[in-house]
């Protein structure tokens, strides 16, 4: 049973910066697409990002590229989501999940096998 836990959620103010970690156990990390989604109230999971196992491509939604890097460090299990410029819309719960196939349908939750338990980002205006 692989096991992830998000941390390095916080309150920040708009334009600053935060990096959030996801440590995994329980299966082997190298095995797996790693990505981070968000829930803000009243709304539907959404994709924020995705890295593969094989060759390390990432993937980010229209409303994060530019400012969220999602990078990854297999030999400590470790996904990162390091997110730059901040916005109040950014404010949600962030939920690290593990994809064990390849999908050709990455934005939805329903092709996430594992996930975390969430962690919350308020980004203040």
């Known amino acids: 049973q692989v096991q992830l836990v998000e941390s390095g959620g916080g309150l920040v103010q708009a334009g600053n910066s935060l990096r959030l970690s996801c440590a995994t156990s329980g299966g082997t990390f190298g095995s797996y697409n790693m990505g981070w989604f968000r829930q803000a109230p009243g709304k539907e999971r959404e994709f924020v990002a995705r890295?593969?196992?094989?060759?390390?491509?990432?993937y980010y939604s229209d409303s994060v590229k530019g400012r969220f890097t999602i990078s990854r460090d297999n030999a400590k299990s470790t996904v990162y989501l390091q997110m730059n410029s901040l916005k109040a819309e950014d404010t949600a719960v962030y939920y690290c999940?593990?994809?064990?196939?390849?999908?050709?349908?990455?934005?939805?939750?329903?092709?996430?096998?594992?996930w975390g338990q969430g962690t919350q980002v308020t980004v203040s205006s």
């Open positions: 890295i593969r196992l094989i060759g390390w491509n990432t």
């Open positions: 999940a593990a994809e064990l196939k390849n999908s050709g349908n990455y934005h939805s939750p329903l092709s996430w096998e594992y």
